[in-house]
């Protein structure tokens, strides 16, 4: 599931930088750094990775209340040791996912912060 959430993360971040490569050509000769390119693209893609950890938490709280409160013999045990609720796992969890979206988000950052001016203008 890790490695999915790496490739779907890198290709959303990848496709808004291929659709964005015109604003970059545009931002490069008015003044923008590389290294500032590089923060607006990882900062596009850790904000929607922090939006998708927060409704994912959200859910799987919401979820885990509901499976609590099935009756004894319905409920199947999912994970040995683990209770509904606990922060130790769904934080471990969080802090993994945000470190991969930032690792997926950072070669389409790079990329972009390389983005030629003139190609990219002329492309459009």
């Known amino acids: 599931m890790l490695v999915l959430t790496g490739i779907g993360i890198y290709s959303?971040?990848?496709y808004a930088v291929t659709q964005g490569?015109?604003?970059i050509g545009i931002r490069v000769p008015l003044g923008a750094s590389q290294p500032s390119i590089t923060q607006m693209v990882v900062r596009q893609g850790l904000v929607?990775?922090?939006i998708g950890v927060a409704l994912g938490l959200a859910g799987a709280l919401v979820i885990t209340r509901v499976l609590s409160c099935l009756p004894a013999d319905v409920r199947v045990?999912?994970?040995f040791d683990v209770r509904p609720f606990d922060p130790p796992t769904l934080t471990s969890v969080s802090v993994i996912l945000v470190v991969v979206a930032l690792a997926a988000c950072y070669v389409p950052a790079r990329r972009a912060?390389?983005?030629d001016p003139m190609l990219a203008l002329r492309h459009e």
């Open 12 to 14: 959303v971040i990848s």
């Open 21 to 23: 490569t015109h604003e």
């Open 48 to 50: 929607l990775a922090g």
């Open 77 to 79: 045990p999912l994970l």
């Open 113 to 115: 912060s390389r983005v």
